[in-house]
T-cell receptor, first 108, second 117 residues
Framework: AQRVTQPEKLLSVFKGAPVELKCNYS??????LFWYVQYSRQRLQLLLR??SRESIKGFTADLNKGETSFHLKKPFAQEEDSAMYYC??????????FGTGTRLTVIP | GAVVSQHPSRVICKSGTSVKIECRSL??????MFWYRQFPKKSLMLMAT?????????EQGVEKDKFLINHASLTLSTLTVTSAHPEDSSFYIC?????????????FGPGTRLTVL
């Protein structure tokens, strides 16, 4: 069975400090992973997908199949990065399996 | 970008009544929509995949007679919680795939908070 683990429910960092939100997965198939973000009073939205190997808003995430991880990183956190972050695993044709989320707070 | 709306944003109902939640894709046609449920301090749980013009596909453990899904048009899917009970109180979120965009991207609605008294 699939599993997505985000071990930190809450994470606080100071502005300008590096930030890493952890995500580990368990899946028997070929994994496709995503990070979704929900800013205060806004809906959930896609931040980035591992296939694209893109950097969005300064965030990057590398799929490490050996460690079954897909950690989200940013070298210098900004206040506007404060939000709820969800790691998601695509299972089947359409389904997304979400982790429990990490609330990031960037302290000014 | 693609926009998905939900109505109502919150609803309070008495136990035993039925509640309908609408999910609309505002600027695109969605052949596939998804319904999620979010428990407090827990993750989003996929309830069902709604396919336009055909029956919804329910996830294991989700009662299809309890949570009726209708996807009668390319821009509207509805979730009806039948004979609601307090344990059905939750945050229900829909999402939709925009066929014009990346195949893996889902666009989420703002959610509906259901409280059953």
């Amino acid at each position: 069975a699939q599993r997505v683990t985000q071990p930190e429910k809450l994470l606080s960092v100071f502005k300008g400090a590096p930030v890493e939100l952890k995500c580990n997965y368990s899946y028997s198939g070929s994994p496709e992973l995503f990070w979704y973000v929900q800013y205060s009073r806004q809906r959930l939205q896609l931040l980035l997908r591992h296939i694209s190997r893109e950097s969005i808003k300064g965030f990057t995430a590398d799929l490490n199949k050996g460690e079954t991880s897909f950690h989200l990183k940013k070298p210098f956190a900004q206040e506007e990065d404060s939000a709820m972050y969800y790691c998601a695993l695509k299972t089947g044709a359409n389904n997304l399996f979400f982790g429990t989320g990490t609330r990031l707070t960037v302290i000014p | 970008g693609a926009v998905v709306s939900q109505h109502p944003s919150r609803v309070i109902c008495k136990s035993g009544t039925s509640v309908k939640i609408e999910c609309r894709s505002l600027d695109f046609q969605a052949t596939t929509m998804f319904w999620y449920r979010q428990f407090p301090k827990k993750s989003l749980m996929l309830m069902a995949t709604s396919n336009e013009g055909s029956k919804a596909t329910y996830e294991q453990g989700v009662e299809k007679d309890k949570f009726l899904i209708n996807h009668a048009s390319l821009t509207l899917s509805t979730l009806t919680v039948t004979s609601a009970h307090p344990e059905d109180s939750s945050f229900y979120i829909c999402s939709a795939r925009d066929p014009r965009g990346p195949p893996d991207t889902q666009y989420f609605g703002p959610g509906t908070r259901l409280t059953v008294l």
